[in-house]
Nanobody
Framework: QVQLVESGGGSVQAGGSLRLSCAAS????????MGWFRQAPGKEREGVAEIYTDGGTTYYADSVKGRFTIAQDNAKNTVYLQMNSLKPEDTATYYC????????????????????WGQGTQVTVSS
C-alpha cells in the first residue's frame, strides 16, 4: 500500500523559508514521478513542482520558479520542497503526490498524472 507522509508545514512571515518533506513507502520509489501541489481555500488545486526520482529531472510552476526547489533523497525515499522568499499568496495546504502506476500522461503539473496523495500540510505566510 502506497503511503506518502508530509511534514514541515507551519507559519512564517513573508520573505521567510520552510522545507516540506514527503516520506514515501509501499512501492518502488526509485523509478517514479513525484510532485507537490497546493490548494488555497476557495481555489483549485495547482501543481507546484515535479521530479523524476530516476534521474532527478525537475519542473516548476512559473509562480514558484526561482524560489522553490524540489529535491530527493533516494536513500530515505523522501522528496523535499524547499520554499524560500515566501509570499502571502503561497498560503495553502501542500500535498505530496506520486505516480506509481502506468497510464497516459497529461501536461506537466496536472494532478491526473498522479495516483497517490498525502494528507497535506498547511503553510501559512503572513505579510
Amino acid at each position: 500500500q502506497v503511503q506518502l507522509v508530509e511534514s514541515g508545514g507551519g507559519s512564517v512571515q513573508a520573505g521567510g523559508s520552510l522545507r516540506l518533506s514527503c516520506a514515501a513507502s509501499g512501492y518502488t520509489y526509485s523509478s517514479n514521478y513525484m510532485g507537490w501541489f497546493r490548494q488555497a481555500p476557495g481555489k483549485e488545486r495547482e501543481g507546484v513542482a515535479e521530479i523524476y526520482t530516476d534521474g532527478g529531472t525537475t519542473y516548476y510552476a512559473d509562480s514558484v520558479k526561482g524560489r522553490f526547489t524540489i529535491a530527493q533523497d533516494n536513500a530515505k525515499n523522501t522528496v523535499y520542497l524547499q520554499m524560500n522568499s515566501l509570499k502571502p499568496e503561497d498560503t495553502a495546504t501542500y500535498y505530496c503526490a506520486a505516480r506509481t502506476t502506468r497510464g497516459i500522461w497529461f501536461p506537466r503539473l496536472d494532478s491526473r498524472n498522479f495516483n497517490s496523495w498525502g494528507q497535506g500540510t498547511q503553510v501559512t505566510v503572513s505579510s
